[in-house]
């Protein structure tokens, strides 16, 4: 079974600093994995994925996300926190030999703090 | 929203009605995606849309139904609708799988309010 968990329901950072959201993930085989952004009474903005290939992957908006096979963890990044980043940060995984649909954590509400 | 349209955008109905929510798209995009989104459950799948005339379930797809009779259009159909199905309902479009466009699109959403 294919799953996701974002442990924290909440993340503050003061602008300018670093920020990081977790995610882990559970498949069956090897992940596609993803992360999208959602803006208030907005649908959900693709941000990045991983297939293959480089461990580090660059997305929008400065974003990046680092996956990690023995942790089976896909963390968001950013070197340099903004307000206008605050938001709700999804990670999602999808089983590349099971079917198309992709599972989705709970969430992560980003409060970037001026 | 990327050539995406829900409508409508809000809905308020009352148990036991029938509600048809319509996604259009105008990217030609081949896969076709209905979600709820729910506090504490993120987004989950209702059903998918692979082709015209090709749907298949998704993880919560109990009273729910849909049908695509041309690429652009996917309708969600509850067929009596219940309290539990209160919820923002999201579509997504995508063009492929398993390549570099495989990236699903999302529309602004359709709240739904079952009184």
């Known amino acids: 079974a294919q799953s996701v968990a974002q442990p924290e329901d909440q993340v503050n950072v003061a602008e300018g600093n670093p920020l990081t959201v977790k995610c882990t993930y559970s498949v069956s085989g090897n992940p596609y994995l993803f992360w999208y952004v959602q803006y208030p009474n907005r649908g959900l903005q693709f941000l990045l994925k991983?297939?293959?290939?480089?461990?580090l992957v660059k997305g929008s908006y400065g974003f990046e996300a680092e996956f990690n096979k023995s942790q089976t963890s896909f963390h968001l990044k950013k070197p340099s926190a903004l307000v206008s980043d605050s938001a709700l940060y999804f990670c999602a995984v999808r089983d590349k030999a099971g079917a198309n649909n992709l599972f989705f954590g709970t969430g992560t509400r980003l409060t970037v703090i001026p | 929203d990327a050539g995406i349209t829900q409508s409508p955008r809000h809905k308020v109905t009352e148990t036991g009605t029938p509600v048809t929510l319509r996604c259009h798209q105008t990217e030609n995009h081949r896969y076709m995606y209905w979600y709820r989104q729910d506090p504490g459950h993120g987004l989950r799948l209702i059903h998918y849309?692979?082709?015209?005339?090709?749907?298949d379930k998704g993880e919560v797809s109990d009273g729910y139904s849909v049908s695509r009779s041309k690429t652009e259009d996917f309708l969600l159909t509850l067929e009596s609708a219940t309290s539990s199905q209160t919820s923002v309902y999201f579509c997504?479009?995508?063009?492929?799988?398993?390549?570099?466009?495989?990236?699903?699109?999302f529309g602004a959403g359709t709240r739904l309010s079952v009184l």
């Open positions: 997504a479009i995508s063009e492929s799988l398993g390549t570099t466009k495989d990236i699903q699109y």
């Open positions: 991983y297939i293959t290939g480089d461990n």
């Open positions: 849309s692979y082709g015209v005339k090709d749907t």
